[in-house]
């Protein structure tokens, strides 16, 4: 038979009131009675009601994650797994659990977060992949529901934020490229709009000024399906690059198989260099460039602002934070000497 907090009161030979107060960490209550009170629920082995919990604090005890993608565009991403293992490792111990969701159009992606704001379904929610023209930053700004977005705001300093400087990182893997000797570097990007894809093709064109003529400059959807169709089409043609930056890892993995699909060898005939710097990396047998955003220090420092705006309804933590990122040099951008082409 399930232990009630009743029984716990009767048992422990304290009031209700008291042991809900044990339960929400009231630091009015003697250590004594708290050390007993506790000992009674681990010996009998009590549960709190969640839903009565939350009833009476008004919290779920849920953070809430979106992700926008088609049916299956997740599936082996790499990024994404990382991500939501860091997350779920940071909230573990703390009375907090990840809900999850993935939408698959704009209009759903609308409805969710409507949805989300109109029934409290979770206490606070982590934005990912910022667009330039973000709706969802307005919806939530104007509710003052808690959130913190991973990724580049662009409208100020009102909005909480973690990101990287995607412009210098973009920057830095191009002067990479560039420095090992390739002399036609392209860049394959994501979805126009998507503010991460965007700040690092501007740092890949300031990274080619004066030194190539050209901007090659070709966009994809996510995914590493997407990926591969859009380098079929442009290793194969006129303008093909000798080496490409690419917007994340598991996109990289669909330009490797478009080279080996065409006998373009990595790293003579194609230099790569991607971001994120996960598990697939090694997945190339030279293993692939990438640069390491520092994932677990940015979820960390998301979640702890989060956290806190939750809790404390913090109105000054807004702003932006920069965590800094580091190019991991392998093989796929290490061409033999004296060869071009």
């Not at 049916?71 to 659990?97: C, M, Q, R, W």
């Not at 692939?288 to 677990?296: D, E, G, H």
């Not at 940015?298 to 702890?304: L, S």
Request: glycine fraction near 8%.
């Amino acid at each position: 038979m399930r232990v009630t907090q009743q029984d716990i009161a009767r048992i422990a030979k304290v009031s209700q009131a008291t042991v809900s107060r044990v339960l929400a960490g009231d630091e009015r209550v003697e250590p004594s009675i708290r050390e007993r009170v506790s000992e009674t629920m681990r010996r009998h082995n009590y549960q709190p009601d969640v839903r009565a919990r939350s009833l009476r604090s008004r919290r779920t005890g849920l953070i809430g994650l979106v992700v926008h993608r088609p049916v299956g565009g997740l599936t082996n991403d790499p990024f994404f797994s990382s991500l939501t293992a860091e997350i779920i490792d940071y909230l573990s111990g703390k009375p907090y659990h990840l809900c999850l969701d993935m939408v698959t159009t704009d209009s759903s992606q609308a409805a969710i977060y409507d949805e989300m704001l109109r029934t409290r379904r979770v206490d606070g929610l982590i934005l990912v992949e910022s667009l330039a023209r973000d709706e969802r930053l307005r919806l939530l700004q104007e509710d003052s529901f808690p959130f913190i977005l991973i990724g580049n705001p662009l409208s100020g300093d009102a909005i909480p934020s973690v990101d990287n400087d995607n412009v210098l990182a973009a920057e830095t893997a191009t002067q990479h490229l560039l420095d090992a000797g390739y002399e036609r570097v392209g860049f394959l990007a994501g979805p126009s709009g998507v503010t991460v894809s965007d700040d690092r093709i501007i740092g890949y064109q300031r990274a080619i000024r004066n030194r190539q003529n050209e901007h090659l400059i070709w966009h994809s959807t996510f995914g590493a399906d997407a990926a591969r169709e859009r380098a079929l089409s442009v290793l194969a043609g006129e303008n093909a690059p000798d080496a490409l930056v690419v917007l994340d890892d598991f996109m990289a993995m669909g330009v490797v198989l478009a080279a080996r699909q065409l006998g373009r060898r990595i790293p003579d005939q194609l230099g790569l260099v991607s971001f994120n710097d996960t598990s697939v990396c090694d997945l190339l047998e030279c293993g692939l460039t990438s640069v390491s955003l520092n994932i677990s220090t940015i979820v960390r420092t998301a979640c702890d602002r989060l956290v806190n705006l939750i809790e404390v309804r913090d109105s000054q933590s807004g702003g932006r934070i920069i965590v800094p990122c580091e190019l991991k040099v392998r093989g796929s951008s290490r061409r033999s000497m004296g060869v071009r082409g």
